[in-house]
């Protein structure tokens, strides 16, 4: 009983990091009809679910995932696509703050109180997600990416990372291996990187965009 109760805690940080971040991510994107009580209701409906299904994490995450792309759905006026792109980029945030918090805890040597270093390994990369992706990404309310391409390069890069973090917890974290340090600032460099994709691919489209503007102009 005790296992499954820390077992349903860490469950439920987890799922209320995700809802944050998803909360950050609809800021900027057009609110359905009634927002607030649709907002509630999915979250609550997301926190109930890290409650009832404590599966294996990996299972977890995709199925966390999956409530949570109905809970922007149902929440925000935008496409399907568009909220599986604003969740497994929330997800992205949060996997690189808690590799961040695991490093610190374990290299760290008379380290802060717990509560602390986890504020500081949340908050940080949670504000600079916000003023440098979240905010900026949408236009209008909605994405303008190529969420074909964005969804399919983002969903292998966080499996790689995913993966990467469980065999550091499962393996070289028994042992106290340096491999579990390498384990995880690769997930946390995936992550990052995943973000950056996705910035970098909007510039070049909004470029594109112009370019094409421009020639429009000349032939006219």
């Known amino acids: 009983m005790r296992e499954f109760l820390l ?6 940080i987890f799922t209320a ?3 944050l971040l998803s909360a950050l991510m609809m800021i900027p994107l057009e609110k359905r009809r009634h927002f607030w009580p649709r907002a509630v209701l999915g979250a609550a409906a997301c926190l109930a ?9 990996v299972k977890y ?4 995932l999956a409530v949570g792309l109905a809970f922007v759905f149902f929440s925000c006026a935008i496409s399907l696509p568009d909220a599986a792109y604003c969740m497994v980029c929330a997800y992205a945030v949060q996997h690189f703050a808690s590799a ?14 717990f509560s602390l270093v986890y504020l500081v390994c949340c908050g ?13 990404m949408p236009e209008g309310g909605h994405y303008h990416v190529d ?6 390069s983002t969903a292998l890069v966080l499996i790689t990372a995913l993966w990467l973090s469980e065999v550091a917890g499962d393996i070289f974290n028994r042992d106290g291996s340096p ?11 995936c992550c990052f990187f995943v973000l950056w994709v996705q910035v970098a691919q909007k510039q070049k489209l909004k470029a594109q965009q112009a370019l094409s503007l421009q020639q429009q102009i000349w032939k006219q």
């Open 7 to 12: 077992l349903a805690q860490d469950r439920s």
């Open 17 to 19: 990091n995700i809802l």
């Open 49 to 57: 679910f890290s409650l009832v299904f404590p599966h294996s994490v």
């Open 61 to 64: 995450v995709v199925e966390l």
């Open 100 to 113: 961040l918090y695991m490093l610190v805890l374990r290299s760290g040597r008379g380290a802060p109180a």
């Open 124 to 136: 940080v990369p949670y504000a600079l997600f916000y003023f440098f992706f979240a905010r900026k």
């Open 147 to 152: 969420i074909k391409f964005s969804l399919i």
């Open 179 to 189: 491999l579990y340090y390498v384990c995880k600032a690769y997930a946390m460099l």
